[in-house]
């Protein structure tokens, strides 16, 4: 199982992260501002968007909505470790 210690602080868009999905763009964005949110919460926490658009993030399985926010789901937490996680 992924600890946020497992990461590093997203200094890169993760661009053709999520090919193939619609809005790639904007997820990517989204998902590697998360990480950084989480990493500074030094846990994975729930994180509210600034407005109330997940731009389909649930449905493509990648944020799980949750009281207080969204979380990232094992999908996402895979990718962004693929994009940001430490080397052993």
Known sequence: ???IT???MPNHHPFGMLE???NAYEKERW???L???NILAKGFLPVEF???DDFGMVEDGLLKRVEGGYVLTKISKGLLYAE???EE
């Open 35 to 37: 990480l950084g949110k």
């Open 20 to 22: 193939g999905y619609s």
């Open 50 to 52: 600034p407005k109330d």
């Open 1 to 3: 199982m992924l600890k």
């Open 31 to 33: 998902l590697a501002t």
């Open 84 to 86: 940001y996680g430490k």
């Open 6 to 8: 497992d990461f590093i």
